[in-house]
């Protein structure tokens, strides 16, 4: 690993240490012995995640944003899901579904977690670069709506590189 002297990856460097000092002390909460282990730990953790996961910058703001539709997607879809479950004749076509995606693999990482989020559908895995969909119902277009994501997160891919 290189020795790190700009600015710029020193803020990253350091914000990403004090991301996981944050999480030690969510975990462990703000005890002596808990702050006197969590030095080591939390240094141990930075540098293996500098070594897979090398600090790049990330677009916060637009990542924010993205925010509010994500959350109008999920309530749509939770909303569809128990119209579903409680519908007499339980409209369901459950089945698998591959979905090719054109994204680097961080990004596909991203989109699968994302999806698996949404209440009708569970990302299972990749296979190449298709992404592996179980979805409640396969008359949906799910494909159409893996785009439109897809599209949403490649954009702060984009942005991030």
Known sequence: MSPITDLPTVLLVLRRALLFGAFWFVLAGIAPDAALAAVPVVAAATAL??????????????????????????????????????HPAL??????????????????????????????????????????VHTLDRRQDIAAAVRQEAARIATLDQVAK
Request: aromatic fraction near 10%.
């Open 49 to 86: 995640s500098l070594r897979f996961l090398p600090p790049r910058p990330f677009p916060l703001l637009r990542a924010l944003g993205y925010a509010p539709g994500f959350l109008w997607r999920s309530v749509v879809g939770g909303v569809d899901v128990a119209w579903r479950a409680f």
């Open 91 to 132: 409209p369901l076509d459950p089945g698998w579904l591959r979905l090719p995606v054109r994204l680097s693999p961080g990004a596909r990482v991203a989109l699968g977690a994302e999806l698996s989020l949404m209440p009708g559908s569970l990302v299972a895995g990749s296979a190449g670069g298709d992404l592996l």
